[in-house]
Nanobody
Framework: QVQLVESGGGLVQPGGSLRLSCLVS????????MGWYRQAPGKQRELVAS???????NYVDSVRGRFTISRDNAKNTAYLQMNSLKPEDTAVYYC????????WGQGTQVTVSS
């Protein structure tokens, strides 16, 4: 069974940065279109960034220009570099494969607060 393990969250002040990692236990990671999602308290989970196996990226308007998604197929890992963080970015962040949905991991908490 494929596992997703997110890490890198934490407490950061507004304007700060964090880098999230998503390790995927799959031998076919390179064909996955990977997505980073987030779920804030009382809100639905939303897709904020995606990257295809070939490296094409897409972002939701609220994070474009501040977040960067990337991947290392040799390490079976997807990343989300988050800069200029805002309090409204506070959420639990999850990764998943968009084209081959997998069981959700535990997520990683990101809290942006002064």
């Amino acid at each position: 069974q494929v596992q997703l393990v997110e890490s890198g969250g934490g407490l950061v002040q507004p304007g700060g940065s964090l880098r999230l990692s998503c390790l995927v236990s799959s031998s076919i990671f390179s064909i996955y279109t990977m997505g980073w999602y987030r779920q804030a308290p009382g809100k639905q989970r939303e897709l904020v960034a995606s990257i295809t196996g070939g490296g094409s990226t897409n972002y939701v308007d609220s994070v474009r220009g501040r977040f960067t998604i990337s991947r290392d197929n040799a390490k079976n890992t997807a990343y989300l570099q988050m800069n200029s963080l805002k309090p409204e970015d506070t959420a639990v962040y999850y990764c998943n494969a968009i084209n081959v949905p997998l069981n959700w991991g535990q997520g990683t908490q990101v809290t942006v607060s002064s």
